[in-house]
C-alpha cells in the first residue's frame, strides 16, 4: 500500500466507520471514464473482510464544466433516491462527506458489488445482459423528483419550467464552457440545429430521473447456473437530471445490435427498434442528445485530459450527427411509437 495514499485514506475510513475503524488491507486504484479518482480498497475487522468503492471528486479547486458543478456532490442523494424508490442492485453508502473537510476533496464511500463491467464482456453475454439493462433503465426512469421541475438533480440546483428550456442550458453551458477554453467547434451549425428542432423536446410532458453516463461501463454482470448472465450492478449516479430518461449515453449506440436489445428492454416494443417506426420528434431528440454528448465528451479532452483519441472520434461522430440533423425532415402527426413514451 502507498505511504502516500495511506495517510487521507485511513483519514477517510476513520470518518466513514468512526465506531468500528477496521483496517485497510489493500488498496488498489481503478480507472475511471470521467471526473472521479476511484480505488478498491479492502477492509478487515478480525476475521470478517469488506470490499469497498471509494470514489474522491475533484477538489474545490479544480476547474468543471458547468454541467458537472451542479453533479459533483450528487451522488449519495442520488443513491439513496434510488433505493427508496426500487429493489434494483445499486451500491449502499458506508460514508461520504460533502465539505471537502476531511482531505480535501469530497468522497463516497460505497460497498462493492460483484460483477464484472458488462463493457468488457465477450459479445454473447453483451446482447443477454444489454436488454436487462435496458429494462433497468426503464424502472429508474419511473423515479419521480418532489418538484415539477427539471433540471440538475441536486437539492441546490435551479429547476427549469420545460425540460426544452433545461436541456438549451445545459448546451448552451457546454458551449460556454468550450468558447472559454478557446476549443474548436462548430458553433453555428450547433446552434441553428437547435433552434431548428427544440420544439421536439416539448414531448417531454413529465421530469423524471435521467442518467446522463448510463451505459455497458456503468453495468456489472455475473454468470449464473445454466449458462445464464445476470445483472448484478448499477454504478455511475453522479450525472443526474430529471428530464427525459432517453438522453442517456447508450442510446447513442441505438443503431448497432448492441443498441437495438437496449432498446427492446427499454421500451418493451418491437417497433421502437425500426427507426423509420419511430415519430420524428423521438427520432429528432436522439440526434440532439446525441450531439450533447459528443461536445461533452470532446470537451473532456480540454478539461479533463481524458485523451486525443476519444477527442478524434467523437469530432468524427459530430460532424455525422450534424449532417444527420441537418438533413432532418419535420412530420406531422403522431406514430404509435410516440404513444408509449412517458
Known amino acids: 500500500m502507498s505511504?502516500?495514499?495511506?495517510?487521507?485514506?485511513?483519514?477517510?475510513?476513520?470518518?466513514?466507520?468512526?465506531?468500528?475503524?477496521?483496517?485497510?488491507s489493500a488498496i488498489t486504484e481503478l480507472p475511471d471514464t470521467h471526473l472521479n479518482t476511484l480505488f478498491?480498497?479492502?477492509?478487515?475487522?478480525?476475521?470478517?473482510?469488506?470490499s469497498t468503492i471509494l470514489k474522491l471528486a475533484p477538489p474545490p479547486d479544480i476547474r468543471l464544466l458547468r454541467c458537472d458543478q451542479a453533479f459533483a456532490l450528487a451522488e449519495a442523494a442520488n443513491l439513496r433516491r434510488i433505493q427508496r424508490s426500487t429493489t434494483l442492485p445499486v451500491p449502499s453508502?458506508?460514508?461520504?462527506?460533502?465539505?471537502?473537510?476531511?482531505?480535501?476533496?469530497?468522497?463516497?464511500?460505497?460497498?462493492?458489488?460483484?460483477?464484472t463491467l458488462l463493457?468488457?464482456?465477450?459479445?454473447?453475454?453483451?446482447?443477454?445482459?444489454t436488454r436487462a439493462a435496458g429494462s433497468h433503465l426503464r424502472t429508474l426512469s419511473t423515479i419521480k423528483p418532489p418538484h415539477n421541475g427539471y433540471g440538475p438533480a441536486s437539492d441546490d440546483s435551479p429547476a427549469f419550467d420545460t425540460w426544452r428550456s433545461a436541456?438549451?442550458?445545459?448546451?448552451?453551458?457546454?458551449?460556454?464552457?468550450?468558447?472559454?477554453?478557446?476549443?474548436?467547434?462548430?458553433y453555428g451549425a450547433i446552434r441553428t440545429q437547435l433552434r431548428r428542432l427544440c420544439m421536439s423536446l416539448d414531448a417531454v410532458k413529465k421530469p423524471r430521473l435521467s442518467i446522463l453516463d448510463f451505459d455497458s461501463r456503468k453495468v456489472l454482470v455475473t454468470p449464473q447456473?445454466?449458462?445464464?448472465?445476470k445483472v448484478t450492478g448499477l454504478l455511475g449516479f453522479g450525472s443526474v437530471l430529471w428530464g427525459d430518461p432517453l438522453v442517456a449515453r447508450w442510446f447513442r449506440d441505438r443503431t448497432t445490435e448492441e443498441g437495438r436489445e437496449f432498446l427492446l428492454g427499454y421500451f418493451g416494443n418491437e417497433n421502437v427498434v425500426?427507426?423509420?417506426?419511430?415519430?420524428?420528434?423521438?427520432?429528432?431528440?436522439?440526434?440532439?442528445?446525441?450531439?450533447?454528448?459528443?461536445?461533452?465528451?470532446?470537451?473532456?479532452?480540454?478539461?479533463?485530459?481524458?485523451?486525443?483519441?476519444?477527442?478524434?472520434?467523437?469530432?468524427?461522430?459530430?460532424?455525422?450527427c450534424l449532417d444527420a440533423l441537418t438533413a432532418f425532415k419535420?412530420?406531422?402527426?403522431?406514430?404509435?411509437?410516440?404513444s408509449i413514451e412517458r
Not at 477492509?43 to 469488506?50: D, I, M, N, V
Not at 464482456?121 to 446482447?127: A, D, I, T
Request: glycine letters at 8%; zero cysteines; hydrophobic letters at 40%.
Open 225 to 229: 447456473p445454466g449458462g445464464e448472465v
Open 274 to 320: 425500426d427507426a423509420e417506426m419511430m415519430g420524428w420528434k423521438l427520432r429528432a431528440r436522439f440526434l440532439l442528445y446525441e450531439m450533447f454528448h459528443s461536445v461533452r465528451i470532446i470537451l473532456g479532452r480540454y478539461y479533463y485530459n481524458l485523451g486525443a483519441e476519444s477527442e478524434m472520434a467523437e469530432r468524427m461522430r459530430l460532424v455525422k
Open 40 to 50: 478498491d480498497i479492502e477492509l478487515s475487522s478480525g476475521a470478517s473482510r469488506q
Open 3 to 24: 505511504h502516500t495514499l495511506e495517510g487521507p485514506i485511513s483519514a477517510i475510513i476513520s470518518h466513514a466507520i468512526p465506531h468500528a475503524t477496521p483496517t485497510i
Open 119 to 129: 463493457s468488457s464482456s465477450p459479445v454473447p453475454v453483451l446482447l443477454e445482459a
Open 330 to 338: 419535420m412530420e406531422d402527426g403522431m406514430t404509435r411509437t410516440e
Open 167 to 186: 436541456f438549451l442550458s445545459l448546451v448552451e453551458g457546454l458551449i460556454s464552457d468550450a468558447e472559454e477554453a478557446m476549443v474548436q467547434l462548430p
Open 93 to 115: 453508502i458506508i460514508g461520504y462527506d460533502t465539505t471537502a473537510d476531511i482531505i480535501g476533496s469530497p468522497y463516497l464511500l460505497l460497498s462493492k458489488l460483484p460483477g
